[in-house]
């Protein structure tokens, strides 16, 4: 039948655009009504549901970059201060208790990067 046509093209393409027009048809078919005024409303959805697609994309790429900053200045400080002055800096290398510092901050900052990217990667 027409309905299972529609239902086992849509599973092979794996569209969601497209299984949303078949289930139209399939709902049109049996209630009936007019087609035209059906179809007007899903591509007016489909419309609606890419832009708000954009809009998520764009939003977290902005979240994205700043993630980026945020990660970044740390390690730029670090190096502008050392490159500046390198004795302040100079026991980050040397003193034990400084040494262990500087891990455990890096090991904070990796934990709060890995946080940040869970929280901007999402399927849409």
Not at 3 to 29: H, M, S, V, W, Y
Not at 113 to 120: D, L, T, Y
Request: hydrophobic share 50%; glycine share 8%.
């Amino acid at each position: 039948s027409m309905e299972e046509a529609l239902q086992e093209t849509g599973d092979k393409l794996g569209i969601p655009e497209f299984n949303f027009f078949c289930i139209t048809l399939a709902i049109q078919r049996e209630t009936g009504g007019n087609l035209a005024e059906t179809l007007s409303n899903l591509s007016e959805v489909l419309r609606k549901r890419s832009q708000m697609k954009l809009k998520i994309r764009a939003m977290s790429s902005e979240s994205k970059a700043s993630a980026y900053i945020v990660g970044a200045l740390p390690f730029i400080v670090f190096t502008m201060i050392w490159w500046i002055n390198p004795s302040y800096i100079g026991g980050f290398f040397t003193d034990e208790r400084l040494i262990v510092t500087g891990l455990g901050g890096l090991v904070w900052m990796s934990i709060g990067a890995f946080i940040m990217a869970k929280m901007v990667s999402f399927e849409i």
